[in-house]
């Protein structure tokens, strides 16, 4: 099993339209989480991180479940530019915290 | 301030030569990440230095792979010989243990590599 799992999509959702994408992991010490955001042949960015009570960002409302082991992306009243890929990155406890990267959601906003 | 910067930003080589890819991190970063990118694979892990040194080098692909980092501000990755399954895109990463954002990684444009 991979520590770090998510659907790679693509979701195709028109305009203004509420997606939500999960990610699953697999390690229980894992100890801090965040989303990521990719344009198409760019780097990776920081789009949120993911607190244990939930937190929300304009549009966007990440969430953590622990004892399912899973993290979620909500993006409310989609935009034409947040067709993009999402990774979810978790990050485990210890002395050398071990970063891993889920394998993205591709999302693509339709006019 | 410079973000994390990586060179060469293209590189084009054929089977069975040496490639070196560089990476400087934004200064006063103590980790360091090489991460690998493809379509089938997406972002893997290669390796990562905490404070110049090695901690993880599990996900490097095989011997052809290796990666040194001489001092905080500067990390190379190397493959000799290359193969065309070697062809990605090559991110390098860095992130600090202190301070607010511990969590958030820094990465480089990359350095798409394509092996003939």
């Known amino acids: 099993r991979k520590e770090v799992e998510q659907d790679p999509g693509p979701f195709n959702v028109p305009e203004g339209a509420t997606v939500a994408f999960n990610c699953t992991y697999s390690?229980?010490?894992?100890?801090?989480f965040f989303w990521y955001r990719q344009d198409c042949r760019k780097e990776p960015k920081l789009l949120m991180s993911?607190?244990?009570s939930g937190n929300e960002d304009g549009r966007f409302t990440a969430q953590l479940n622990r004892a399912s082991q899973y993290i979620s992306l909500l993006i409310r009243d989609s935009k034409l530019s947040d067709s993009a890929t999402y990774l979810c990155?978790?990050?485990?406890?210890?002395?050398?915290?071990?970063?891993?990267f889920g394998t993205g959601t591709k999302l693509q906003v339709i006019p | 301030d410079a973000g994390v910067i990586q060179s060469p930003r293209h590189e084009v080589t054929e089977m069975g030569q040496e490639v070196t890819l560089r990476c400087k991190p934004i200064?006063?970063?103590?980790?360091l990440f090489w991460y690998r990118q493809t379509m089938m694979r997406g972002l893997e892990l290669l390796i990562y230095?905490?404070?110049?040194?090695?901690?993880?080098d599990s996900g490097m692909p095989e011997d052809r792979f290796s990666a040194k980092m001489p001092n905080a501000s500067f990390s190379t990755l190397k493959i000799q010989p290359s193969e065309p399954r070697d062809s990605a895109v090559y991110f390098c990463?860095?992130?600090?243990?202190?301070?607010?954002?511990?969590?958030?990684?820094?990465f480089g444009e990359g350095s798409r590599l394509t092996v003939l």
């Open positions: 990155v978790v990050i485990l406890s210890g002395g050398y915290q071990k970063v891993t």
């Open positions: 990463a860095s992130r600090s243990w202190t301070g607010p954002n511990t969590g958030e990684l820094f």
């Open positions: 200064s006063g970063h103590d980790y």
């Open positions: 230095f905490n404070n110049n040194v090695p901690i993880d």
């Open positions: 390690n229980s010490a894992s100890q801090s």
């Open positions: 993911v607190y244990s």
